[in-house]
């Protein structure tokens, strides 16, 4: 029997979470049997509760190849966290209202964390009210963070992305640095885990080659032991490079950016901004004149530089979404497996969402070097084939060319929902 | 007869600089008749100086290849201008000394416009002393402020760079703004002339696309205006993407990063870090949640999205350089000469040093629109060229594949150098 199906996007989004899109799309569309018209809800599980539904099952083949190439979430997404079901019960039979209203039989849910853990009390509701649906959530997030699975798509690409800059950046700072710049620090995503900040690792091979110092949330922030580090660097090498992950925090687990250290007007978490209080630490105590850069979205959506790997990998989580609901899972998750590390060799296996939902995963202690300043080689083989391959999008004007989608919204067929 | 020629690199690095020294370096070797050994001087003038001086000759055809796609200078930079003759004599005399022991007949001298002047001043103490030498500047600044010639290899592929990143990041914000960030600011390097932040300009090809509101040095930066600006991006797009300059300045003159708005502990200039004062404006005035990029050095050195048209331009200059000297030239810069706008055509042309030295080419007022806030469609015209073509590096374990010289250095035959 056909049922419709819908599809969302969630939380900070990446350079490749629309091949996710694409993967679900042409999945859906590869089962026409078991799956009839695919809506895509606009900003998320908001969408769900305002029906405000795209009809995706129009849009043509070039749009499903250029989602493909095309960074952001086409449908946007939302940082929206669904309350507790005792909160907020109103929430959740709003949701199955609406996948009534259009006989909506699958529910796939592409984000991180949150939104796992909002695809599992979706799928938890649906069952309490035996409502029938098929709840899968697609990983999604350039944080690496997600447990179980391998590594989450978004992550590849980011990594490629900040690995390459930080090269660069070290080219350019070794260039200058016998009569100008000692030190460049770049500041990176990641507020409880360092994944991205060690991606940045992987583009030191030798002792000698930048970064020479990567700054982990996992690892206390020893400002001696940092400023020896520096020192040392620009003593032996002529220059320090320096990776810092936004998140990293003092003994008293207190972040830097919202330490002693932060000017007073400006202690906004959102902003990032470690950055500059690094290189403040470094002039007070070593004199360096210094660099520094703040990527912020530059990022996690430089779909220009992505991850081949990752863009198939992303594509793939999407499609097998589909056909592992088809199949009838339930309340899962298709999660990228690490067959063999040399050839990298990786799969697709459905794992049970309550294994991933609200975990949240750090880095190894063994990914990072011993003095906590470095990864590990361990580290180094994790990362490398995550990051391999290029997948340019075309260019057009000087520029990539990404699309837009038209968004055809289907008319509303309930009441206009409120809290 | 045979002579010697040296080559050195000056000023903030790019990402194509390197390709105007493989392009020196083919010159030279195929000049055989005319230059014998080339030398390139490590950091700049002060290779020169202190004799550190490295036999490029011995090269490898793969190194030329190589440095057309490696980003910084492969030699070393410096940031030094020659003082005066009248202050500091021994430095010039010490120049000549260099070139005599060396047999120099050639000087190529591959910068902005502290090392036009540095090269023109080379060029007339060589002439004052009687020493016969063909001292040529070869252009390059990302800032794309030289005189003269219609644009200034470097500033292409930064310019492709940038566009890039904030249509990507446009993107991203654009999916995430209905429940989160309503605001994103990108600041770009320009102390004084717009260039940068005007490529921006070029991502946006409808009114409706980021970025909404570039800020350029050229005008003074008014704060109302800016703000209302602001919110009728988010009124009207729901979002608001800024491209900003970090050299933007209130209507005394004073750069904003140096204003009442900057955090007292962090007046250093070099910082950059415009982009948290203007986000700071904006939450004040308007409330709206925001996040800033610095993109510092990765705009420069960014080498694996370089403009394909630039990287032939800077080689060109470099090549063209030497075949100017061996006609004879003297004390001119290889300019390119725009001969056609569609389809785009350009050639290179010898102009006189003395018209390019000590000259800083702004963006002229018509390339603005006529609020200040955004490109004009002359603007446009210009600068789309310039970024057209990819010429990717080639990568190696997902990151591109740079090269690092073995710099073989020669004896040196002169006593120390000492000021």
Known sequence: ???????????????????????????????????????????????????????????????????KTTPSGAFGSCRYKLKSLDENR????????????????????????????????????????????????????????????????????????????????????????????KVFILEVMGR????????????????????H?????????????????VKYAVDNYGYCVIAVSEGIKDRYGMELSASQHTLDDFGHHQLGGVAPIIAQIIKKRLGYKYHWAVADYLQRSARHIASKVDVEQAYAVGYEGVRLAVSGAHAVMPAIRRISQNPYQWDIQAVDLAKVANYEKFMPRNFISEDGFHISDACREYIVPLITGEDYPKFENGLPKYIRLKKHFVAKRLPPFSK
């Open 1 to 67: 029997m056909t049922k419709n199906a819908i599809y969302a996007q969630s939380g900070g989004v990446t350079a490749v979470i629309n091949a996710s899109a694409a993967g679900v799309m042409q999945g859906c569309r590869d089962f026409p049997h078991q799956i009839g018209t695919l809506y895509a809800a606009e900003n998320g599980i908001l969408g769900v509760l305002h029906e405000n539904l795209i009809d995706v099952s129009i849009e043509s083949d070039e749009t499903i190849a250029g989602l």
């Open 90 to 181: 109103k929430e959740y039979e709003r949701l199955i209202e609406v996948f009534s209203a259009y006989d909506v039989g699958y529910f796939f849910y592409n984000g991180g964390n949150d939104s796992a853990d909002t695809c599992l009390k979706v799928a938890r509701i649906a069952d309490e009210m035996g409502y029938p649906i098929k709840a899968i959530h697609i990983p999604k997030t350039i944080d690496n963070d997600l447990a179980v699975t391998d590594n989450c798509p978004g992550f590849g690409s980011v990594a490629k992305y900040v690995a390459t800059s930080i090269r660069e950046a070290g080219y350019d700072l070794e260039s200058m640095h016998k009569t100008s710049t």
């Open 192 to 211: 409880n885990a360092g994944w991205i900040a060690a991606a940045c690792g992987v583009a030191s091979e030798e002792q000698n080659e930048p970064p």
């Open 213 to 229: 110092i990567i700054l982990f949330p996992e690892i206390i922030f020893d400002e001696d032991a940092f400023i020896r580090k």
